[in-house]
Structure formats: C-alpha cells, structure tokens
C-alpha cells in the first residue's frame, strides 16, 4: 500500500511539474526557439548525460573490482578506536 501512495505522490509532482512548463512556456513563449539554442541545447544534456552515465559506470566498476575495499576497512579500524 505505500509503494502505492508513494507512487501516486511521484506521478502527481511530475503532471504538476509538467503542467507548470507548459503553462510557463505558453505564457512566456516569444515563439519558436532559434535553432543554436536547439543544438546548444541538446549538447548540455548529452554531455550532461555522458558525464553521469561515466561517472556511475566509474563506481560500478570501482567497486565490482575490490578499490573500495580498502577504504572500508580503514574506516573499521579508526571506528573501533
């Protein structure tokens, strides 16, 4: 039942947040976006997007391989102090 109720919040702040957009962009909107900013644009999020997607494949590789291992210990012994 609350992954039901958590799912629902999820979906209401996502129509909230698009209608807000959307609402936003009609009020404000000067009319089509020129086409630099399309491409600017689209190369912020792709390259926004790589750097994300490298830096997660980064951790799962970091930490599938044991480099974590050491720091966790580390952290163990300075607790036990």
């Known amino acids: 039942m609350r992954i039901a ?3 629902a919040a999820l979906f209401g702040l996502l129509i909230a947040a698009g209608w807000f957009v959307v609402s936003t962009w009609v009020h404000l909107g000067e009319g ?16 926004s997007l790589l750097i994300g997607c490298g830096l997660m494949a ?10 974590d291992d ?12």
């Open 5 to 7: 109720i958590l799912i």
């Open 32 to 47: 089509p976006m020129p086409t630099f900013l399309l491409v600017a644009l689209g190369a912020g999020v792709g390259f």
């Open 58 to 67: 980064l951790t799962f590789y970091s930490s599938r391989h044991g480099y």
């Open 70 to 81: 050491e720091a966790g210990k580390q952290r163990e012994t300075r607790d036990d102090n």
